[in-house]
Nanobody
């Protein structure tokens, strides 16, 4: 069974940086799509970035574009989210996700594998 294990969350000051990692296991092949989502308190999960690990397209939500970078290490089967210039409004629980389906995008319902989530808090 596919499992995703997230790490790298924590507390930082505005303008700081964090790098989230999500190690994947159980894939029979390179996944077609992996993504990062985040969930603010009392709100629905929303997309941050997605990537085709085998190469190709990368997408970012407009709120994080030019600040966050998603990448995938095929050897380690790990997806990363480098977060720079963090803002208080970035504070959320961040989840990595993958799908065995032939779709890729920032739509939560398209993903059938999820990590446990890691808390990111940006405050003074």
């Amino acid at each position: 069974q596919v499992q995703l294990m997230e790490s790298g969350g924590g507390s930082v000051q505005p303008g700081g940086s964090l790098r989230l990692s999500c190690a994947a296991s159980g894939f029979t092949a390179t996944p077609n799509c992996m993504a990062w989502f985040r969930q603010f308190p009392g709100k629905e999960r929303e997309g941050v970035a997605d990537i085709y690990p085998g190469g190709g397209r990368i997408h970012y939500d407009g709120s994080v574009k030019d600040r966050f970078t998603i990448s995938y290490d095929n050897a380690k089967k790990t997806v990363f989210l480098q977060m720079n210039d963090l803002k208080p409004e970035d504070s959320a629980i961040y989840y990595c996700a993958s799908t065995s389906r032939g779709l890729c995008g920032l739509v939560p319902s398209w993903f059938n594998y999820w990590g446990q989530g890691t808390q990111v808090t940006v405050s003074s």
